[in-house]
């Protein structure tokens, strides 16, 4: 299942590489893009979010100087929890 994230970029950045400690292998940095989200609460007023999406390195070209303005980003997700999905308008 793919979800659709829509929300102002706020920034982008970098992790650090990883080093695995028992083999030495290093694994690149993903890069980050910040959204800032907005959902509209029961009682009408709006709660901003800020959500950090990692993004293939293949992508990050097409997010780059984006900031400021409101983007969507095609997601996969996973979860530690149970996931619940509702209908939107």
């Known amino acids: 299942m793919i979800v659709l994230i829509e929300g102002k970029m706020f920034g982008g950045y970098q992790k650090p590489d990883f080093t695995n400690k028992e083999t030495g292998e290093t694994t690149k940095g993903k890069y980050i893009v910040q959204l800032m989200t907005e959902q509209k609460l029961q009682n009408d007023e709006i709660k901003n979010e800020l959500m950090d999406v990692s993004i293939p390195a293949e ?26 999905f509702y209908g939107v308008l």
């Open 59 to 84: 992508l990050v070209s097409k997010y780059k100087g984006k900031e400021g303005q409101t983007i969507q980003i095609k997601c996969n997700y996973m979860a530690k929890e149970k996931v619940t």
